[in-house]
């Protein structure tokens, strides 16, 4: 168990709708950054929180927002889903040194 | 910018051999962090090592080790002995700037790794 909850795990919505994709980091941890994995393929950067703030983005769709809230959790939102947002995404926490990325078990999107 | 390739798509190796999956990596940063994760058929993603730009040995986790070569800029993971269980999607990620706090980490293709009793 890496510390790191992401709820929930499977998620079916159609095109077009909205959801929230929730995460909570190891105790402690102050960064928390969202991947995006499609079928077969690596890991795709979106979005990186420490303390709250936003500090790095990547290749993160406009329709798809996050946010770190005071108790560090973070939220990832997908909105206007279409079929090609389909994929597993993950979130991951550090602490300040950074020299471990600590994973969640990642919310499989399935949109219809 | 940063990039992280990985040429090997899939490899075989019979169990028990030594294993290298070869990992490149691009940054202008002189301060920088390389890791490698394992992503075994249940999906989960389990660390397995890390090397820092700064330091001067290589990284070893039991039976992994990174081999660094600073020079020609490439991480490559060595696996000794390897086992059944060894069969898994492995990912090289490198963390760009100094301090962690205001980076982004990124990953390689992965290199599909299947061990042949």
């Known amino acids: 168990d890496s510390g790191v909850t992401q709820t929930p795990k499977h998620l079916i919505t159609a095109t077009g709708q909205r959801v929230t994709l929730r995460c909570s980091p190891r105790s402690g941890d102050l960064s928390v950054y969202w991947y995006q994995q499609s079928l077969d393929q690596g890991l795709q950067f979106l979005i990186h929180y420490y303390n709250g703030e936003e500090r790095a983005k990547g290749n993160i769709l406009e329709r798809f927002s996050a946010q770190q809230f005071p108790d560090l959790h973070s939220e990832l939102n997908l909105s206007s889903l279409e079929l090609g947002d389909s994929a597993l995404y993950f979130c991951?926490?550090?602490?300040?040194?950074?020299?471990?990325?600590?994973f969640g078990s990642g919310t499989q999107l399935s949109v219809l | 910018a940063q990039k992280i390739t990985q040429t090997q798509p899939g490899m075989f190796v019979q169990e028990k051999e030594a294993v290298t999956l070869d990992c490149t990596y691009d940054t202008s940063d002189q301060s920088y962090g390389l890791f490698w994760y394992k992503q075994p058929s249940s999906g989960e993603m389990i660390f397995l090592i890390y090397?820092?730009?700064?330091?001067?040995q290589n990284a070893t986790e039991g039976r992994y080790s990174l081999n660094f070569q600073k020079a020609r800029k490439s991480a490559n993971l060595v696996i000794s002995a390897s086992q059944l269980g060894d069969s898994a999607m492995y990912f090289c990620?490198?963390?760009?700037?100094?301090?962690?706090?205001?980076?982004?980490?990124?990953f390689g293709s992965g290199t599909r790794l299947s061990i042949r009793p």
């Open positions: 090397q820092g730009s700064y330091d001067e």
């Open positions: 991951a926490s550090s602490d300040r040194v950074g020299e471990k990325l600590f």
């Open positions: 990620a490198m963390r760009e700037a100094g301090y962690s706090s205001a980076s982004k980490i990124i």
